[in-house]
């Protein structure tokens, strides 16, 4: 069975262009296919005459068009032309126009642009039913007009008989803001040069001659030749893929 092929996902760099000699510019010399930004001039050819005989056939039409001259750029024009047929027979029924009698304009409802007088009947008057649920007068409520809640009356102040709230309006939770030894101040070496500061501790001891220091055979001068010119360095090792980032361990002011 064979394998799934993987599919590798698609790399910028992978992509090579075509080089400079897939791209092919327009000649300039002779006219067909000349190119259009440079003048050209006129193209003579060194074939030979043609005989009489091969010129004499033209395949091209001469004035072989009839154009009626009645034809104009307006239309035709030409006068009246009859003709000798027969008139011919209609088929089907004829069309049943009506008349002017079968229009009744009075009796269409009168339209409300259209001026009529007021209209009585003889008739007694209808009883209301006990079942039509019409409300009774005292259904109806109008809103309050003491106090402040009505939003349509002017109201004067009001005033409450309860006891103080924690939370008062901003008149009074102002007095329960927080002082000014509320606030923490921030240390000034923050936001300002810092000052010169001093320790109680006691001082070092500075080592002494039997310490232990480096000789002058510790130091490899020698080996140091980063701030050389060198010439470039290959290496036989294993070719790493050009798309990999390098791994920038010092990086050169």
Not at 163 to 188: I, S, V
Not at 197 to 224: D, L
């Amino acid at each position: 069975m064979e394998e799934p092929l993987k599919r590798r996902p698609l790399i910028a760099g992978r992509e090579r262009g075509p080089g400079p000699g897939r791209y092919a510019l327009p000649p300039t010399v002779g006219y067909i296919n000349h190119d259009v930004t440079k003048p050209s001039s006129p193209a003579y050819t060194f074939h030979s005459r043609l005989s009489s005989a091969m010129v004499s056939v033209d395949s091209s039409p001469g004035p072989r068009y009839h154009v009626d001259p009645g034809m104009t750029r307006f239309g035709r024009s030409r006068s009246l032309s009859y003709s000798i047929l027969g008139r011919g027979k209609r088929t089907g029924e004829l069309f049943q126009t009506p008349g002017p009698g079968t229009y009744s304009p009075e009796k269409a409802p009168p339209l409300n642009a259209h001026r009529r007088p007021p209209v009585f009947t003889i008739s007694t008057r209808t009883r209301y039913r006990t079942v039509d649920p019409v409300p009774a007068p005292n259904r109806y409520t109008l809103p309050s007009v003491l106090g402040s809640q009505t939003p349509t009356k002017p109201s004067s102040a009001s005033y409450s008989f309860g006891g103080r709230r924690g939370a008062g309006p901003p008149p009074e939770g102002l007095t329960r803001t927080p002082g000014p030894g509320c606030y923490h101040r921030p240390d000034p070496n923050v936001y300002l040069p810092r000052q010169p500061s001093f320790s109680m501790q006691g001082r070092t001891k500075r080592p002494g001659a039997t310490a232990t220091h480096p000789g002058p055979g510790t130091h490899s001068p020698e080996k140091v030749q980063v701030h050389l010119p060198r010439p470039p360095s290959f290496s036989l090792g294993q070719r790493h893929s050009e798309f990999v980032t390098p791994l920038v361990v010092q990086v050169m002011e």
